[in-house]
Each structure stands twice: as structure tokens, then as C-alpha cells.
């Protein structure tokens, strides 16, 4: 008879799930200000961009959790605006690994982004 020293012990989750979990724990309870103003075109207030990397840079450090973006299936068109200029469509597939420090562990997110400028 065999025992399967394996079975008894504890099955530990990747330390990357625990990382997203802590930044998004510590995230709850200090949010995210929306401390800028619009004027113009309506009065309204709303939180930025750099607001958001400054307050998850600080918590995705504190808890050993890297961000790698990657993108693929990136389709360009040009299309004729309004006034015959040209306008650039850009469509492309994001995919974003986050990655515990701690012991490698990965998981993946996928999204779609479109622009027109």
C-alpha cells in the first residue's frame, strides 16, 4: 500500500489570484477620488486616468502583482471624414497578463479596442 503524500496536503490557490484580491480589497476601502471638474460641454466631476495608474501602481507594488500587456489581430482602415480628410480605424485585440512576482502565476484578461482619430 502506498499513501500519496500529495493528497494531504493543503492546495494552496496561485498567488497571483491573491494578489488581484488584495489590490482590489485595499481599492474598496480608498477608492479612487473624482477630484477633477468638466466645464466645458457639461458640469460634472470625474476621476483620470493618471488618477487611476497612481493609485494601482502603489498597490499592485505592495503586493508583488505585474500588469503585461500584449496585443494582437491589430486592423487598420482609412476611411474619408466629413471634410475629405482622412480618418485612421484602428481596431486590435488586448490582452493583459497579470503575473504574481511571487511564484510566476499568470492570468490572462482579454479585451477589444477600436479608435478613430
Not at 493528497?7 to 473624482?34: C, D, F, H, M, W
Not at 477633477?36 to 501602481?57: E, H, W
Request: hydrophobic share 40%; charged share 20%.
Amino acid at each position: 500500500m502506498t499513501i500519496d503524500n500529495k493528497a494531504s496536503q493543503p492546495v494552496t490557490a496561485p498567488k497571483v489570484y491573491e494578489a488581484i484580491n488584495a489590490v482590489q480589497r485595499e481599492l474598496a476601502i480608498t477608492g479612487i477620488a473624482k477630484n477633477k471638474q468638466v466645464t466645458s460641454g457639461g458640469n460634472y466631476m470625474f476621476r483620470g486616468i493618471d488618477d487611476v495608474y497612481n493609485a494601482l501602481s502603489v498597490l499592485m507594488a505592495k503586493h508583488n502583482l505585474i500588469i503585461s500587456p500584449r496585443f494582437t489581430d491589430r486592423v487598420l482602415e482609412t476611411r474619408v471624414g466629413a471634410k475629405s480628410y482622412t480618418l485612421y480605424f484602428t481596431t486590435l485585440v488586448g490582452h493583459f497578463d497579470f503575473i504574481s512576482s511571487i511564484d510566476g502565476s499568470k492570468h490572462t484578461v482579454t479585451t477589444y479596442g477600436e479608435a478613430l482619430d
